[in-house]
């Protein structure tokens, strides 16, 4: 008679696992990768930050294209590595990390850009309260800007799996984040509420949360273009009569 654990085991490890439990055993399997990649995008969102706390709002979000975009780069490769089987070490990581930079920064130059034209109007806004017609282009940024960080979500790990650059890059991220909406709505709004939590019970503990949000989305995504893979390879096949 099998145990609990054994049971539990086998769950884990069976091909039609929940995604989050795969997610948990993949990260507790390669906890100190996963801890040092945290600490590495901690740091490189420290530039960005200062930045904002400066005042140079407008500007922030170009340092982190030049920080944080080639650091998440690495570990959205980390993570589909991880997800896929490969090994991984910290070698390779570094090797995406420059081998990719100015493929990250062009890729990271779009939520950028958005990004910034968001905060500006915004700040236009704030500073003419009764130009009320500014409210028409901020909800048109801020749903141009929605798109973006959706598309992006899935932009990094398809980069890095698929080898797609510029346009046709941005195409298929958004089809396979609107393919399976439901999913990927449901683990942001899981790692948004771990980290409402993590924010009550203990701030500090918040960087632990990204590279799991790597993992789960590199999951998520790798699932999607299989699926995706499938059904074309499946539509492309010839009818024959029986």
């Keep these: ?114 990004a910034t034209i968001f905060i500006g109007t915004w700040q236009i806004l704030v500073a003419h309260p009764h130009l009320t017609w500014l409210y028409l282009p901020l909800f048109a940024d801020g749903c141009a800007a929605t798109f973006v960080v959706l598309a992006s979500l899935s932009a990094f790990s398809v980069s890095t799996s698929r080898g797609l650059r510029g346009w046709t890059l941005w195409k298929v991220s958004l089809a396979v984040t609107t393919l399976r909406p439901g999913k990927m709505l449901g683990t942001l709004a899981l790692f948004l509420g771990l980290g409402v939590l993590l924010t009550i019970c203990n701030a500090g503990l918040l960087p632990v949360l990204f590279a799991p949000l790597a993992v789960c989305l590199a999951a998520l995504t790798n699932q999607t273009c299989a699926g995706l893979m499938e059904h074309e390879k499946r539509a492309s096949e010839p009818v024959t009569d029986r």
């Design 1 to 114: 008679m099998k145990t609990m654990r054994v049971q539990f085991a086998e769950t884990l490890n069976a091909p039609d696992a929940p995604l989050l439990l795969r997610v948990a055993k993949l990260v507790w399997d390669h906890l100190p990768l996963c801890l040092g990649a945290d600490l590495a995008l901690c740091l490189a969102a420290v530039p960005a930050v200062a930045v904002w706390l400066l005042g140079l709002s407008l500007l922030a979000p170009w340092v982190a294209a030049l920080t944080l975009g080639p650091v998440w780069m690495a570990t959205s490769a980390l993570a589909l590595s991880l997800v896929t089987g490969e090994s991984v070490t910290w070698r390779s990581w570094c090797k995406v990390l420059t081998g990719q930079w100015r493929a990250t920064v062009s890729l990271s130059a779009v939520p950028a850009l958005v």
